[in-house]
């Protein structure tokens, strides 16, 4: 059977350290994770193109080389706990899965966040808490975080992430209108809070209290 494994390789070559990514631990989840697994059967060909898929309710798996620049902002060593926001198929979960201690994803969508789940343990990861919710609220009884990534895009930085990341921690997220975003990170150092600009991005919208309006 296929399990895809070359087309995994070619895609971390090709697409991931081709445009800058170095970090070997991120690269080896990136050629390990059976990405196809976690888009419909039907697309299991496209899986590894350098392009976003569709995954139902109108949401999309990201990009291969956006999961990796977005994991590369977080800079994690295996220690940290990291929350997601926008579980959708769970691939971005698996990837944090293998490059930290804990991941707690949060999703709105009950279909997808169900779907998540079952592809997880099909794989074998077992260091994260799934929860169908808004996300833009953050998940206040789990702060603070070493780490949070938003994978949807947002009008402005949610407050509550803000207040949620730990001294040192790092938050990234896409922040603009419905079309075009711009992907930032924000690191905490005690009361500052440092913010960087990574490039031009484009993704679905983060709905909710501290998002798009539905
Ligand atoms: N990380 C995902 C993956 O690897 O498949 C990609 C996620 S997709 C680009 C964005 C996801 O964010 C969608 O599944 C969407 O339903 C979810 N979402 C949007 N607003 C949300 C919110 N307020 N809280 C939680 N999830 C949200």
Redesign the pocket.
Known sequence: MNDYALSRRRMVQEQIQARGIRDERLLKAMTEVPRHL?VDEALWTQAYNDH?LA?G?G????QPYM?ALMTDALGLTGKERVL??????????AILARLCDWVFS????TP?SRR?QRVLEQVGVFNVNLRV?????GWPEEAPFDGIMV??GAPEIPQPLLQQLGEGGRLVVPVGDRYLQTLYRVTRRGQELVKEDLGGCR?????????WKA
């Open positions: 976690f976003p995954i309710e949401q999309t798996i990201s999961v997601e926001i926008g579980t959708g198929s769970g691939y971005q979960t949060i999703e709105r969508l997808l998540a919710g808004d996300g833009s609220k994978t949807a993704f679905v919208d983060l709905v909710g209290q501290y998002g």
